[in-house]
Every structure is written in structure tokens, then in C-alpha cells.
């Protein structure tokens, strides 16, 4: 028993760094979670689309719009001022 129990282990331990590499190295490809980039569109109509279909789906408490000046305000303490 003891015999599987350290081979889960060692399993684990191998597992655990093959996807700690993996999640360093994402960050240097240039990977950030989020909606793509897009070109063209008015970002102010499709929020507004967004949180049209968002109120009208149920279980929904609340949706607010947030302007450009505090999303900015929202992620300044993770990219700085330098990215927004």
C-alpha cells in the first residue's frame, strides 16, 4: 500500500510541475485572458448590447456598464497607468 501511495505522490509531484512550466510560460507569450482585440467596433454599442442580453436573461440580479475611465481605474493596480 505504501508502494502505490508513493507512486501517486510522485505522480502528483510531476503533474504539478509540468503545469506550473506551463502557466510561467504563458505569460511570456503574450496570453491575457479577456475578449480580443477588435477593430472597427464601437465598444460603447456592444456593451450596451451585452448588457441588454444579460438583463434579460434570468437569474440575473444587476448589470451595470462601466465607462472606459473606471474600467481603466478597475485594472490600474494590476497593469499600471502606463497599459490602459
Known sequence: MSFLACLTLG????????????????????????A???TGTDIETE???AASIARQTS???GVEV????ENAALLEPWLGTASI
Open 11 to 34: 505522480a502528483v509531484t510531476l503533474g504539478a510541475r509540468r503545469l506550473a512550466r506551463l502557466a510561467a510560460r504563458r505569460p511570456a507569450r503574450g496570453h491575457h485572458p479577456g
Open 47 to 49: 456593451a450596451a448590447k
Open 36 to 38: 480580443p482585440q477588435s
Open 59 to 61: 437569474g440575473v440580479a
Open 66 to 69: 462601466l465607462s472606459a475611465k
